[in-house]
């Protein structure tokens, strides 16, 4: 089992830059895949990134390609989403996912291949 809390969203204008992270507890953190989703009113939650346990494989949302960029720091159990240019579209509850294991090379991109789910952690981006 392991316990996901998101931080860091907040207002911005449109054009500027947030990070969000997410602290996990519990069982050993490279035991997992990480992503993070989005879900703005109305709509169905919308994948945006993941990243394997090493690191080494990362997948986009066509939406989000060449503006988000996540990472994860291990031996801080955390992982992070650092969102530049932002959109007025960009505007969501955003969370944290966990998967657990998951092996590098393969892309987990659909809601139900996570186990474990934040609480979220919502962004608003003003036009």
């Known amino acids: 089992q392991v316990q996901l809390v998101e931080s860091g969203g907040g207002l911005v204008q449109a054009g500027g830059s947030l990070r969000l992270s997410c602290a996990a507890s519990g069982r050993t953190f490279t035991t997992y895949t990480m992503a993070w989703f989005r879900q703005a009113p109305g ?6 990134a993941t990243i394997s346990w090493s690191g080494r494989s990362i ?3 066509d939406a989000v390609k060449g503006r988000f960029t996540i990472s994860r720091v291990n031996a801080k159990n955390t992982v992070y989403l650092q969102m530049n240019s932002l959109k007025p579209e960009d505007t969501a509850l955003y969370y944290c996912a966990a998967r657990y294991l998951g092996a590098d090379g393969f892309y987990y991109t659909e809601r139900a291949q996570y186990q474990y789910w934040g609480q979220g952690t919502q962004v608003t981006v003003s036009s």
């Open 59 to 61: 997948y986009y949302g």
């Open 43 to 48: 709509k169905e939650r919308e994948f945006v």
